[in-house]
């Protein structure tokens, strides 16, 4: 059974976090109306972000959806 909290994201550089904001910020969004359009709280949308949090795959095609992007361009190598 895994650990309670959250789950890190693989690239310790924060590519992934800084993919995901700057992604966000071109498609017009801030963090609280990102958070609104996925039914997250903006925390969540902080954590992911700062690479604290890794969502599930469910949550990774919204967010990719909401951004006019695919998973892997934001989740990929």
Do not use: C, N
Not at 4 to 27: L, Q, Y
Not at 45 to 63: F, N, Q, R, T, W
Request: no cysteine.
């Amino acid at each position: 059974m895994a650990p309670p909290g959250p789950v890190r994201s693989a690239e310790p550089d924060g590519a992934i976090g800084t993919r995901i904001k700057e992604a966000r910020k071109a498609a017009g969004f801030t963090q609280q109306s990102m958070a609104a359009e996925v039914q997250v709280s903006r925390q969540t949308v902080i954590a992911m972000e700062s690479g604290d949090y890794a969502p599930s795959v469910h949550l990774a095609i919204k967010v990719a959806r909401a951004l006019g992007t695919t998973v892997e361009a934001l989740w990929g190598p």
